[in-house]
């Protein structure tokens, strides 16, 4: 088992930055491809960004490309997501998730364990 826990969310201004993490415990972390996503109101959970496990590898959603970073800590047990420019359209919780199938990065379904979420709102 992995226990994933996402902190840094909250509220700010349209074209501000926010720096997310997810803390992992549990099984060996490191081992395993990671994820962000995230999910608005009365809409499906989507991709935001994945890396492999080693952190040589990674994806970023069209919709944030060149404004979110993904990023983790080889060999420890974090997950960081810097988020800059943000945009009201933002607005959303984020999860971190950990999963062996880097080959469907994009898909929740590749995921095994998930975190519980933390908030972002974009205020325009």
């Known amino acids: 088992q992995v226990q994933l826990a996402e902190s840094g969310g909250g509220l700010v201004q349209a074209g501000g930055s926010l720096r997310l993490s997810c803390a992992g415990s549990g099984r060996p972390f490191s081992s395993y491809a990671m994820g962000w996503f995230r999910q608005a109101p009365g809409k499906e959970r989507e991709f935001v960004a994945a890396?492999?496990?080693?952190?040589?590898?990674?994806r970023h959603a069209d919709s944030v490309k060149g404004r979110f970073f993904i990023s983790r800590d080889i060999g420890g047990s974090s997950l960081y997501l810097q988020m800059n420019s943000l945009k009201p359209e933002d607005t959303a919780v984020y999860y971190c998730?950990?999963?062996?199938?880097?080959?469907?990065?994009?898909?929740?379904?590749?995921?095994?364990?998930w975190g519980q979420g933390t908030q972002v709102t974009v205020s325009s």
């Open positions: 998730a950990a999963g062996s199938d880097m080959d469907n990065y994009y898909s929740p379904r590749a995921y095994d364990y």
């Open positions: 890396i492999s496990w080693n952190g040589d590898t990674w």
